[in-house]
């Protein structure tokens, strides 16, 4: 079973900057898929960024595209999400996500495996 465990999350500044760090316990396989999605009060979660390890390639929403970076520590077993310029309209719980290379990656059943989240604030 492969568990996902997100930190890194807190209280920010307009426009300051977090890196949010997704731990990775099991086994992934050769190729799959590493996606960061976000749930603020009241609304749906949506899709944030992926990362497929088939050829280092990466996405991201319109809304953090230029500000947020994704990217996989093989060594670590660890993903990242670096967020700069961060919004207040940003805050929410972020959530790890983890699955198999497909065209679903910026959907949430595109995945298999979650984390439980971790809150960033966003003040403004």
């Known amino acids: 079973q492969v568990q996902l465990v997100e930190s890194g999350g807190g209280l920010v500044q307009a426009g300051g900057s977090l890196r949010l760090s997704c731990a990775v316990s099991?086994?992934?396989?050769?190729?799959?898929?590493m996606g960061w999605f976000r749930r603020a009060p009241g609304k749906e979660r949506e899709f944030v960024s992926a990362f497929r390890s088939n050829d280092g390639g990466t996405g991201y929403s319109e809304s953090v595209k230029g500000r947020f970076a994704i990217s996989w520590d093989n060594a670590k077993n660890t993903a990242y999400l670096q967020m700069n310029s961060l919004k207040p309209e940003d805050t929410a719980v972020y959530y790890c996500?983890?699955?198999?290379?497909?065209?679903?990656?910026?959907?949430?059943?595109?995945?298999?495996?979650w984390g439980q989240g971790t809150q960033v604030t966003v003040s403004s």
């Open positions: 996500a983890s699955g198999l290379p497909s065209s679903l990656i910026t959907t949430a059943r595109g995945y298999s495996s």
């Open positions: 099991g086994r992934l396989g050769r190729y799959f898929v």
